[in-house]
């Protein structure tokens, strides 16, 4: 049966267990031998890239990087025989886009022949997700994602792609979230890789106050305040974001163990401050880490391992 990665929240409970185990335990270069993985980027990457070349030569297969400026999505080709082509030629199409329903429309016409993963789309970044699950578990648990519950994790600033996968996973696991964003930045339910649709788990509390958000924080993240694609409102956004910076300041809010997190790229002096950034509270580069390990239990899991 083929798998598929394109959102936290279409995988079971199960099927999350064995990826955060496949994640960080021995592994050898039989499982991708000889096959190709196809590395498709819509959108500029460094980690992403990075993480998903080497787990894929990490476990015996090969990666091919295709650009948009290649191969254009709907431009120079439509989604759909761009998918039977991959279909042909590999066994895996792991994917950034800047339009989610790319997955789903590769999928109708591909069906079980390609197996599909999401390196990040307009509405979810679910490979970043599990990387930061990993580096929490790190920081709290000895490794351990099941015994995360509890937690209180605090995300600041523009409530984007990244904060909606990173939610739908950690409230899945019985962590409290808090979203501190202005009202017009804040998390919105959608159809897919939807916070609000978690039952069960952890708490989702939304606030337009930064200091109410990260009181009592565990963990504060932040991501960039001018996604990919946003550039033209960088001035307005600097503005209107500008008490969401994570700084010392803020830091002092939470606990005094508080760790920080960011996904990168960061924009030093925008959404977090140097001092932070490289402070002895960050986790960024434990974080990039885990990138490939994230990697490594996706591939594994896609091919069946557990
Ligand atoms: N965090 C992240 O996805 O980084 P890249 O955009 O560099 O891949």
Redesign the pocket.
Known sequence: MTRFFTTIDALSDDDLAAIYSLATSPFDDETLKGQGVALVFE?????????SSAAVHELGGFATFFSDEEIGLDSRESVEDIGRTLAETCAIAAL?VRRHDVFTRMREVTGERLALIN??SNLA?P??AVADVLTIADEFTKGDVTKLAGLEVAYVGDATN?TRSLAVALLRLGVNVSVGAPSSYQLAKDQVEDPFAVTGGGTLRLTESPEDAVKNADVVYTDAWVS?GAEAETDERRRELAAFQVNQRLMDEAKDSAIVLH???AHRGDEITSEVLDGERSRVWRQVFH?RSAMLGVLRWIKGEL
């Open positions: 959108r500029p990457s460094l980690r992403t890239r990075a993480s950034r390196l990040l970044h490979t970043q990244v990919m996904c990168l790229p990138r």
